[in-house]
Structure formats: C-alpha cells, structure tokens
C-alpha cells in the first residue's frame, strides 16, 4: 500500500513538474515571432538575429530544463531511494 | 517492458575508486582530439600546402574571430580554452551517435567544467575589482541584499550545468521512451506470427533516426555552443572589459 501510495505520488509530482513546460514555450515563441519580425524587416541581418535568437531560446529555456530535471528525479530516482527505505 | 533510465555504470574499481564508463568514454573523446591536434599541426610550413594545414589555420582563425568579437581584442588568449570546452562538448554529446552513453549526460561532467568556469569569474573579478571591492560587491545595492547577490552567484554554475545536462538528458529519456513504444509497437503487430519472424523489429527503422537529428546533432551541439557563448559572456562580464 505504502509503495503504491510513494509511486503514485511521484508520478503526479513529475506530471505537475512538467506544467513549468509552458513558460519557455510561450517565451521561445515570443522571441522567434520577432526574429522573424526582424528578419523580414532587414533580410541582410539574418545570420546575427537567427544566432541571437538561438542563443536567447537556449537561456529562456532554463526554468523548463529545471522543471525536467525534477520531474526524471521524481521519475527514475525518488522512487528507488523510498522504497529502498520502507 | 521495462525502461530504465540509471546513472553512469560502474565499469572497476582502481585502487579504490570507482571508475564509471562516463570516465573511459571522456578519456578515450581526450585522447582522440589529441590525436587530431597531433594530427592537424604535423609538418606545418609558413606557406600551407596540405589541406589538413589550412584546415586548421580556419579553425583557428575562426575561433579567435569568435572570441574576439564576443569578448574584446585583448581576450584573445582565451580561443584555446573555449575550443576545448566547445569541442570536448560537442564530441562527448555526439558520442551517442555510436550507442555510447554521452559523457554530458552525467551532472558530474558539467558541474566540473561549470566549476571551472566559475572559478575563473571569481578570478576576473578579484583581478578587475581587488579582493576588498571584490567582497564589497556582494552588499551593492545595500547590505541587505547580501544573501541574494551570493545566491545569485552561485546559480551561475548551476544553471550553466544544469542547462546542458537537462538537454542532453531528456534527448537520452525520449529516444528511449520511443524506442520502447516502437519495439512494443513492432511485437504487437508482429508478434502473431512464427518463429523468427515475430522478432523483426519493423517499426524500429528509419522513425529514430529523426529523433536523433535533433536531440544528439542540432540540440548537442546548439548547447555546446551556447555553453561557450555564456562562458564568454561571463568572463568578459566579471572581468569588465572595455569593447
């Protein structure tokens, strides 16, 4: 009972972990929106404004790595140390 | 069907330390860019004739171009750092191209370079400020600010680390999520029928290979760079330089 209580509550922690998903989408979204913005409004800055952008959707997506790290946490390694108590 | 995701194996133990296969894979990505530096500066002439010359005079150029202009003429010292970190990067994530497991998904790799990293601000920042103004900057604004300016030094690192790792790993947890789907897809279908024939692995083909474009070519190399590019930015930043 205890274990299946322990894996339960991992996988809904992991499952609500991953909600932090949504903010780096709608951020990446953004700022690709604009890098095209301002590749049609100069098409001979397109090589610095597409490794910018990379660059910041790399940074932006910091939080949402967070958010995955704890969910394989939550996923592959609480579960084994738990259960390993009981 | 089972999927486990666990850390690096432990291949022996030396004299008491336990040596993973994360080690022997970084060890063996080491010595085969020494291999390739030796290689690339065999024989060099004032005027290059071999290709393999110009090759490397490019690489050079290029990497110094790019420190350059990120960092300020006066850093270009630091190519040689930056390359290294970029390439080992790059070569430890694209070792998942031949089934190994990525040294870059191990936390402790990562947290070793960032580490490094780290120190070497801490270094520029002495140097540019001296160790009193150093110390002094850690109550700027005001004093009570204290414990956030530490705090928010010491995620430079974490950050640094956990952004790659994170990458990385979730390309190693989703390739073999699906792999499992396909190879449970393949049995479902195919399970029916006699003998061998139950064991080919249809669904397998040709469906992965996209998956690994973007997760070990594109994203791998894409945060290798990056992991350079924030280097950069930090140093250039704890150091102060004038463009």
């Known amino acids: 009972m205890e274990k299946a209580i322990i894996l339960a509550a991992c996988a809904i922690g992991a499952g609500l972990s991953m909600i932090a998903g949504i903010g780096p989408g709608i951020g990446e979204g953004f700022a690709v929106g604009k890098a095209c913005e301002a590749i049609a409004r100069q098409p001979e800055s397109r090589g610095t404004v597409t490794s910018t952008m990379l660059m910041g959707c790399a940074v932006a997506e910091t939080t949402g790595i967070y958010g995955f790290v704890v969910a394989i946490l939550l996923l592959f390694v609480i579960p084994s140390m738990f259960l390993a108590m009981l | ?243």
């Open chain 2, 1 to 243: 069907m089972n999927i486990e995701v666990t850390g690096a194996r432990i291949l022996f133990n030396f004299c008491g330390v336990n040596i993973t296969e994360i080690q022997v894979i970084s060890w063996t990505i080491i010595f085969i860019v020494f291999v390739l530096c030796r290689w690339l500066c065999r024989g060099l002439k004032v005027k290059p004739e071999a290709k393999r010359q110009i090759m490397a005079e490019y690489i050079v150029t290029s990497v110094q171009n790019l420190v350059g202009s990120t960092m300020s003429k006066a850093f270009e010292f630091f190519s040689p750092f930056i390359f290294a970190l970029m390439v080992l990067s790059s070569l430890s994530s694209l070792s998942s191209l031949l089934t190994f497991k990525p040294p870059t998904s191990d936390l402790n790799t990562l947290l070793g370079w960032s580490i490094l990293v780290f120190l070497m601000i801490i270094y520029y920042k002495i140097k540019s400020m001296g160790f009193g103004g150093y110390l002094k900057s850690y109550t700027e604004p005001i004093a009570v600010l204290t414990p956030f300016n530490i705090l928010s030094d010491l995620a430079v690192p974490v950050s640094m680390a956990f952004r790659h790792f994170g990458n990385v790993v979730s390309g190693v947890v989703i390739s073999s999520l699906v792999y499992g789907a396909l190879a449970s897809l393949s049995t479902c279908v195919l399970g029916s029928l006699p003998g061998i024939l139950s064991q080919i692995p249809i669904f397998q083909l040709g469906l992965p290979a996209v998956l690994s474009i973007y997760f070990d070519l594109f994203s791998s190399l894409l945060q290798a760079f990056i992991f350079c590019m924030l280097t950069m930015v930090y140093i250039k930043m704890a150091a102060n330089v004038e463009q």
